[in-house]
């Protein structure tokens, strides 16, 4: 158990629909990444939050959003839901500004139909 | 631009044996080097990392890597294969370019059969 949590588990919604996952980092991590993690494996960085700043950007979609609370939890925020949204997201926390360690919640599998 | 190579989609080896998992990098500057593994259905968990020193990083589960400067490398390792070990297992590099991110191989997909 890394001790980051990730609800829901398992989220079936259609296509143009909106849906927010949560984030729960490890007890004392600052920094929270989201991941996206498509079928044919890859994973791909959508952004970082660190002590409820935004301070870094991967491959996220305009049409997705994330937020890091004061508690450090975190939210992302997928609207207008295609079917190519459908795969594994993935949260990770770390301590530190740089992500070298970083601890991975059990993931959201979202299903778009 | 920093950049990570995992060249083998899959990589096959009989419980017992040794295995390599290939990683090869580019970076500017001295490079900060990781592995994860990804078991079924779960998150990615970290394996084990090299910043400096010996060539040669020992992890978790009996894992090492080892650390090639002049071939730009880092193969993950293992002396004895088990078949536990069958997972996914991601290269990561970290990007000094953009506030340090890790950037991700594609994965490795490692079967070890009985």
């Known amino acids: 158990d890394s001790g980051v949590t990730q609800t829901p588990k398992h989220l079936i919604t259609a296509t143009g629909q909106r849906v927010t996952l949560r984030c729960s980092p490890r007890s004392g991590d600052l920094s929270v990444y989201w991941y996206q993690q498509s079928l044919d494996q890859g994973l791909q960085f959508l952004i970082q939050?660190?002590?409820?700043?935004?301070?870094a950007k991967g491959n996220i979609l305009e049409r997705f959003s994330a937020q890091q609370f004061p508690d450090l939890h975190s939210e992302l925020n997928l609207s207008s839901l295609e079917l190519g949204d459908s795969a594994l997201y993935f949260c990770?926390?770390?301590?530190?500004?740089?992500?070298?360690?970083?601890?991975f919640g059990p993931g959201t599998r979202l299903t778009v139909t | 631009a920093q950049s990570v190579a995992q060249p083998e989609d899959q990589v096959n080896v009989a419980e017992g044996n040794p295995l390599t998992v290939k990683c090869t990098y580019s970076?500017?500057?001295?490079?900060?080097l990781f592995w994860y593994v990804q078991y079924p259905n779960r998150g990615l968990q970290f394996l084990l990392k090299?910043?400096?020193?010996d060539n040669l990083v020992k992890g978790s589960y009996g894992f090492e890597a080892e650390f090639n400067k002049s071939q730009t490398s880092f193969h993950l390792k293992k002396p004895s294969a088990l078949v536990s070990d069958s997972a996914l297992y991601f290269c990561?590099?970290?990007?000094?370019?953009?506030?340090?991110?890790?950037?991700w191989g594609a994965g490795t997909k490692l079967i070890i059969k009985p």
């Open positions: 970076v500017s500057g001295n490079p900060y």
């Open positions: 990561a590099v970290r990007d000094v370019d953009s506030n340090y991110q890790l950037i």
């Open positions: 939050y660190y002590n409820g700043e935004e301070r």
């Open positions: 090299y910043i400096t020193g």
């Open positions: 990770a926390s770390s301590p530190r500004l740089a992500g070298d360690e970083q601890y």
